[in-house]
């Protein structure tokens, strides 16, 4: 079936889901790869210590990303994009 995303934009919804699918493969695929070219240029440093840097800056990451969502009127963006894929793959 198709849609009209952005007034200009059509997609299919079986391309949408495909295209969805394959991004989040290639994405989780390339964790790994991070984490070798991370342990490969920081050579003489430990692998350990190397890999749990790359996980704390990670997490650090993530949680800034989440508390910026608790700031007013901030996070309002992401709750319309969300009902908006919601009410799109009805």
């Given at each position: 079936?198709?849609?009209?995303?952005f007034?200009?934009v059509?997609?299919?919804s079986?391309?949408?889901?495909?295209?969805?699918?394959?991004?989040g493969?290639?994405?989780?695929?390339?964790?790994?790869?991070?984490y070798?070219?991370?342990?490969?240029?920081?050579?003489?440093?430990?692998?350990?210590?190397?890999?749990?840097?790359?996980?704390?800056v990670n997490?650090?990451?993530?949680?800034?990303?989440?508390f910026?969502?608790?700031?007013?009127n901030?996070g309002?963006w992401?709750?319309?994009?969300?009902?908006?894929?919601?009410?799109?793959?009805?």
């Amino acid at each position: 079936m198709k849609k009209c995303i952005f007034f200009y934009v059509y997609v299919y919804s079986a391309s949408l889901y495909t295209s969805c699918i394959l991004i989040g493969v290639f994405i989780n695929g390339a964790v790994p790869l991070f984490y070798e070219i991370t342990c490969e240029t920081s050579y003489p440093v430990a692998e350990g210590v190397t890999c749990g840097v790359l996980t704390l800056v990670n997490n650090l990451v993530g949680v800034m990303f989440l508390f910026i969502m608790l700031i007013p009127n901030i996070g309002l963006w992401t709750n319309l994009i969300t009902y908006w894929f919601y009410y799109e793959t009805l």
